[in-house]
């Protein structure tokens, strides 16, 4: 490899190094006024997908035998995206003629082929060219378009980002620092392009010591640099920062991705040190797969929001068109996932307590309810394209949120205050469809019920995308007239109120409650005198009811419960101790298995072992969290010690797994109360089988054993205070 001298990374404006080398150093200083850790993430990925929507315009305007970068393109191009807000703005419905038509009208936005072809439509028009070219841009394929993020949690840390764009002709003119001017309007921007790429790569190289890039032009080998020891400089000027070329040769000695196809950028940093408690940090310490996938989409550009208001534009590329991949490596375990090019849904979530606006309307606008809902503004001179999920902020969003818990990752804010699992009230976007870190609408009030974007095609953000340099006004006023036009379904989403007990007409709510609640123990009547008669309705609350009441009976043993939450990502975690030759415990040589698979420790008289438990009320709805090919995986497969049910279906379990009682193979019965043992088929993401009570199972042996008493008389036992069959 080559040194390149340091002074190369700086337009040279005098002959003295020295001042340049500060001059460097205070660049590197300034790009970090205004970007903080999670930038990181957001400007390695931006500028990769800017590639690849860059790629992409080329193909287009290759196909179609124009000059991409003739300022004719270029204004028939945004000129189409132009045509195309102006004439969604036109066709939506008035704020007056009530939320039907506006179901409506979404219903048909939501078409992606017909909005599709019409914006290629369009296109051809505004470029001058026959129709016989729509089918071209319609029919261009997009299976090039690839995104891999590699992150390697070992020590130490590293995050690799591959792209399929145009690659980078100059890598060194590209980390440059640029002046802020370069921040002015332009009208030949191209619409689309998500950042200025100004300080962007700047603050990079002042945030890792270790920065590689290799990268290939179409037509041309992979070349490449190695940035070292810039944030160490940034921090101390006695330090040397060091750049090096390479060719392609090097890159295989490098460690670094093999670029294969025709053009493409790899670029891999050591990660930094970060906030503790803040979001990167979390993540790194504790994030699984899915989260890092859940916040990528929540915070990076990888939550493209094009699709999520429902833009008439295919300006870049959406949804269908890219396939991004997420590897997570955590010392020897390698996780990968598809990350869905999408803003993150609250129906991704939950999706049962999620509608879409005409769902909501044919429903009868039943409450409690998350309700997507899209409409288009007009502010000043500008339209704005505005979508945001409606929804009582209790209890709704806080059941999202509660039942969504070990899916997201909380953390601290860079104030110090703590940021809600799901970030509230409506957010701006830019071109390009990034979202940016100012609110256009904060949740205060009654705003608190929206969580959206609102789109500004051709605003100008700030350093940082903290705030824009123009529409400041109109901005605002946009999202607040989109609350106005969409607060009559706002109201219909909040829960009715209980009313006020202050006499026996009031108490008929009352009476339909028991009488529920009764019918459904009809359906799964207790059988046993335990306190805990919780029918199916209660789902896993009444497994771990169920689990506790025996637990304080002593049925599971020697065992301390350390940690139970149904809000963390394994619902609880326990001390276990038993003796040697215990009757129901691990047998002798099943726990010397345990201590050489290092689960276990001998103590005296006995054994003991810390484990993790998981509540399930039908067993078998885990398979899919422990499913590594799974798109809701968040579990690690190996992680679960104990399975507790209330039941499963065996058919479910399917060829992965094989299901046995553990009364027949009691040689491997891990804890007391254990009724089954499922066994991974070769191939499975578990390696190790599972411990499992199926608590039904398990009342019936105790009920055999006559450690439980059967139950007589339900229904006598409960009374009727509320409840009247004749009234």
């Not at 009582?392 to 703590?418: C, F, Q, W």
């Not at 789902?539 to 689990?547: I, P």
């Not at 001390?575 to 099943?590: H, K, M, V």
Request: charge should be negative; include cysteine; charged fraction near 25%.
């Amino acid at each position: 490899m080559a040194e390149i001298e340091l002074t190369q990374l700086k337009i040279p404006h005098e002959d003295n190094d020295s001042a340049l080398r500060e001059d460097i150093r205070s660049d590197l200083e300034d790009s970090l006024k205004e970007y903080s850790e999670i930038d990181l993430l957001v400007e390695l990925l931006q500028n990769a997908l800017d590639a690849m929507d860059e790629r992409r315009y080329r193909s287009i305007c290759a196909k179609l035998a124009i000059d991409s970068s003739h300022p004719s393109s270029i204004a028939g191009w945004n000129k189409t995206v132009d045509d195309l807000i102006q004439s969604d703005y036109e066709a939506f419905p008035d704020r007056s003629s009530g939320v039907s038509p506006q179901a409506v009208w979404q219903a048909s936005a939501a078409s992606i082929e017909p909005r599709r072809r019409r914006w290629a439509e369009v296109l051809i028009a505004n470029l001058g060219l026959e129709p016989n070219a729509i089918e071209q841009v319609v029919n261009l394929p997009t299976s090039w378009a690839q995104l891999s993020i590699d992150l390697d949690l070992s020590n130490p840390y590293q995050l690799t980002v591959v792209d399929s764009g145009t690659g980078i002709s100059d890598p060194l003119m590209a980390f440059r620092h640029k002046g802020s001017t370069k921040r002015r309007q332009d009208e030949r921007r191209r619409r689309g392009i998500r950042g200025s790429h100004g300080w962007g790569l700047s603050a990079i190289l002042g945030l890792c010591d270790r920065v590689e890039v290799v990268t290939k032009v179409s037509g041309t080998e992979p070349k490449g640099l190695k940035f070292e020891n810039f944030a160490s400089f940034r921090a101390d000027p006695s330090v040397t920062p060091v750049i090096r070329s390479f060719e392609a040769s090097d890159v295989g000695s490098l460690g670094l991705p093999e670029l294969s196809g025709e053009s493409g950028t790899a670029i891999r940093v050591a990660l930094p040190a970060v906030q503790p408690d803040g979001l990167l940090q979390k993540l790194i310490s504790e994030g699984s797969a899915e989260q890092w996938s859940n916040s990528l989409r929540l915070y990076t550009p990888i939550g493209q929001v094009n699709d999520y208001v429902l833009h008439p534009a295919y300006h870049c590329l959406r949804r269908t068109d890219i396939k991004i991949t997420l590897r997570l490596k955590r010392g020897p375990d390698l996780t990968t996932v598809s990350v869905p090019y999408d803003y993150l849904r609250l129906s991704y979530l939950r999706s049962e307590l999620c509608q879409d606006l005409k769902q909501f309307v044919d429903s009868g606008m039943q409450p409690g309810k998350s309700v997507y809902c899209v409409g288009r503004e007009k502010s000043g001179n500008n339209i704005y394209l505005i979508a945001a999920e409606i929804q009582a902020s209790k209890p709704t969003m806080a059941t999202i949120e509660d039942r969504s818990a070990n899916r997201l990752v909380n953390h601290l804010t860079e104030s110090g205050e703590e940021a809600p699992l799901i970030p509230r009230g409506i957010y701006l976007a830019l071109s390009g469809g990034m979202k940016s870190e100012s609110v256009a609408l904060p949740p205060l009030s009654t705003n608190a019920a929206y969580r959206g974007i609102v789109l500004a095609e051709t605003a100008r953000a700030t350093l940082g995308r903290r705030h824009t340099m123009d529409q400041r006004t109109s901005i605002p006023k946009a999202a607040k007239d989109f609350a106005r036009t969409y607060d009559a379904v706002r109201k219909k989403t909040i829960p009715a109120g209980q009313p006020i007990l202050t006499g026996p007409a009031l108490h008929k709510w009352q009476r339909k409650l028991w009488r529920n609640v009764i019918a459904e123990l009809s359906q799964d009547p207790p059988f046993t005198n335990m306190l805990v008669w919780a029918a199916s309705g209660s789902g896993e609350a009444r497994v771990m009811l169920t689990f506790g009441e025996l637990l304080g009976a002593r049925h599971f043993g020697e065992m301390r419960v350390l940690r139970c939450s149904l809000r963390d990502r394994y619902d609880f975690q326990f001390s276990y101790r038993w003796g040697i030759n215990e009757d129901l415990a691990p047998s002798g040589p099943f726990s010397e298995t345990l201590i050489n698979q290092g689960f276990a420790a001998r103590v005296d008289g006995g054994y003991r072992r810390l484990a993790i438990g998981e509540f399930k009320s039908q067993g078998d709805s885990i398979l899919g969290e422990l499913d590594a090919s799974a798109t809701d995986w968040r579990k690690n497969p190996n992680s679960i010690d104990w399975l507790v049910c209330w039941d499963f279906d065996e058919s479910v379990l399917g060829e992965a797994w094989t299901s046995a009682p553990i009364d027949g193979n009691p040689e491997l019965r891990e804890f007391r109360g254990q009724t089954h043992i499922w066994v991974p088929a070769p191939g499975n993401a578990r390696n190790r089988p599972l411990a499992v009570t199926a608590m039904r199972g398990l009342l019936v042996q105790l009920m055999q054993a006559e450690e439980l008493a059967a139950v007589e008389d339900w229904a006598e036992v409960i009374g009727s205070n509320y409840y009247d069959e004749d009234d």
